[in-house]
């Protein structure tokens, strides 16, 4: 394999990398969903709030590869649609963000003298559901995981390095998530309980209106497939 063909090689395995970031992070958004993690683990201890942080971000990463290589077969073996997904997971999202918008007016455990301990395996529950799905990775990310799987490229080689390109990219983000969950409550200390308590309102509210636009992408697109336009 001549000095070219390598260099070209590794470009692409770096558009790929960076287009699975590019595609991913914003809508994953770990520094957005860092005052709703620390709301949703207020009871918990900071030993036990890093634990789960990095739970969450090897669930996320796990959750992430497989959506983006074997996801769209799944999807097709029980006969579902990625319109039907983000139905579902658009109502689950928005009744999460509707019950952290409506919780009690206190501020997410910025100074606690008691935290309660919780056991391990309620810990290895909650990092899944649902601090790793669907606050974290939602229906959207793992549409756009679905996505970026979806056209797999002709011949092995080829086939193998983008898959890798994309678990090196799905990496990248799950190193996102562990970093803004795991100084969560860092970032918002130095905002204070009163800054703390608006962050976390306006962010449950924003994971709210992205529940309601979810759900309705989902909507659309099984009304568009129930009803094709016909050509003229």
Partial sequence: MSAV????ALLHFGSVVMLAVGALLPIVDPLGGAPIYLAMTASLTSVERSRMAKAVAINSFLLLVASALIGAYVLDFFGLSI???????????CMIAWSLLNSPNSPP?????????????????RAFYPMTMPLTVGPG??????????????GFRSLLLTALAHAVGILLVALGVYLCYRYAERILRKLGATGTSVVVRLSAFILLCIGVQICWNGVHGLIVSGFPSSSS
Avoid: E, F
Avoid at 109 to 125: G, M
Avoid at 141 to 154: E, K, R, W
């Fill in 5 to 8: 063909s390598i260099l070209n």
């Fill in 83 to 93: 319109p039907s997904v983000q139905v579902a997971g658009g109502i689950v999202v």
């Fill in 109 to 125: 455990a910025l100074d606690r003298n008691s935290p309660q301990t919780a056991r391990p395996d309620d810990l290895s529950q």
């Fill in 141 to 154: 990310s793992i549409s756009v995981a679905l996505t970026l799987g979806a056209n797999p490229p002709l």
